[in-house]
């Protein structure tokens, strides 16, 4: 096994257990939380020794971190299963599993989808044709299965990937552990051309300017500060080759840049809440950044946001200091910019009676006119959004009245303003006097 192998460093054909823990990750089987950790380390100790054969680790000791795993992470899932089985038939398609996952932010890629389907197909019996169809449906014990399975090649895919941006983009260590938990979704999005799903990018890894800045409105990095925005356009525009476009390595610049901004910001919050003395249990940073306002309680109760609040700072730290809590936001930030935008997406292609098409028609017509980058259209630049699409899709029936319907409120001091178009339900109101 190439795990074992990697890291046997000293060559005798052993490994630790320390050596072991660190092996787990590349195969898709790394703890997320205390918990996971603590049973994981008593699994290695029942061993009752300190090193272990080729044969051991691949038959013995990671089958059953394996096992345990997904006991751990059963009644999770369980809880997933019932909230995705909203028609109480007890039973679900791969089609739904997979549309339902990526609006919690699991990661999904195409070449472990595929690995997943034809390993379960296997383990299963089941035909591996109906599964890749999306026609087979699991019940709950299935759905545990598949998705453990699923998540594990999905890591494995994911760490991989990693490792070779990492040596094709020579990082050093400072630069890995920046980027370790997104460099991959940035890598994703900047060469893949699919934006129903905010990737605005192009497969031949030189992006042209505009299509840039799309890919920054979809990070939900994009500053609120129109000097702010100005900077983050100049600095493109000084990154910018003779053809026009961004390299992924300029665009990371970039990305950094925003991510300081983000890490500045929530910084003061975080500050001016402790004193300038941070230290949040690991258990209680969830209701920390509720009483940061940086999440709502609703989001604070969503189960992806829960789980990934649990991974803490990734070591088992039991209470986490300044620098690892604005961390743990940035990736939480992320991550709910990410379902945010699956569900608007979802939202509109099953209940608008919208093609994916339509969907990314909107998104252009609404990104043209947010010239200001506020994730916010005023009236008049609504109304220009609107015309932009007239002739296509507006000129439907029911287009015409959602048209008519979008007014827009005058209060006593002739402020006009409008709800926010993006399919938002509690969005700010922006004023224009």
């Known amino acids: 096994m190439s795990a074992f192998s990697k890291y046997n460093a000293s060559g005798t054909g052993l490994l630790d257990q320390a050596e072991v823990m660190d092996s787990l990750e590349g195969l898709g089987l790394a703890p997320k939380n205390e918990t996971e950790r603590e049973e994981v380390s008593a699994i290695l100790l029942n ?3 300190l090193q272990f054969t080729l044969d051991e680790y691949c038959n013995e000791v990671v089958p059953m971190i394996r096992q345990q795993l997904k006991e751990l992470r059963r009644p999770h899932l369980a809880k997933l299963f019932k909230k995705f089985d909203t028609y109480e038939r007890s039973k679900l398609s791969i089609s739904e599993i997979m549309k339902d996952v990526l609006i919690y932010g699991l ?14 197909a296997q383990r299963t019996g089941r035909s591996e044709k109906l599964l890749s169809a999306g026609l087979a449906t699991l019940d709950e014990d299935a759905f545990v299965d598949f ?20 040596n094709k ?14 460099l991959v979704s940035w890598e994703l999005r900047f060469h893949e051309y699919n934006p129903s799903r905010g990737h605005w990018g192009d497969y031949s890894g030189f992006v042209p300017e505009q299509q840039v800045l799309l890919l920054l409105r979809d990070s939900g990095l994009v500053p609120k500060s129109p000097a702010r925005v100005m900077q983050v356009k100049s600095m493109l525009q000084s990154l910018l080759r003779p053809d026009g476009t961004v390299s992924f390595l300029d665009f990371l610049k970039v990305v950094t840049y925003l991510k300081d901004l983000e890490k500045e910001k929530v910084g003061k919050i975080v500050d001016e809440l ?39 700072d990734g070591r088992g730290s039991k209470f986490l200091g300044r620098a690892p809590v604005i961390e743990l936001w940035i990736r939480l930030h992320a991550l709910l910019k990410v379902t945010a935008v ?36 005023e009236r008049d630049e609504l109304v220009q959004a609107m015309d932009l699409l007239c002739g296509n899709v507006w000129r439907a029936q029911h287009s015409t009245q959602l048209h008519q319907g979008a007014e827009v409120d005058v209060d006593a001091s002739s402020k006009r303003h409008v709800q926010d178009v993006d399919l938002k339900k509690t969005p700010k109101r922006k004023r224009r006097c």
């Open 47 to 49: 061993f009752e020794k």
């Open 107 to 120: 990661d999904v890629y195409e070449e472990s989808l595929k690995m997943a389907l034809k390993s379960f």
């Open 147 to 166: 998705l453990c399975l699923q998540q594990e090649l999905a890591e494995q895919e994911r760490v991989s990937r990693f490792e070779d941006l990492v």
């Open 169 to 182: 983009l020579s990082l050093s260590q400072e630069e890995q552990e920046l980027w370790k938990h997104d």
């Open 274 to 312: 402790t004193d300038q003395n941070c230290c949040v249990p690991a258990r209680e940073v969830c209701t920390f950044f509720r009483s940061c306002g940086l999440i709502s309680k609703v989001q604070s109760e969503r189960m992806e946001v829960q789980e990934l609040v649990d991974q803490g």
């Open 342 to 377: 699956e569900r608007e997406r979802q939202y509109v292609l099953t209940n608008g009676g919208w093609t994916e098409h339509d969907y990314i028609d909107f998104k252009k017509a609404f990104h043209r006119y947010d010239e200001d980058m506020s994730d916010i259209l």
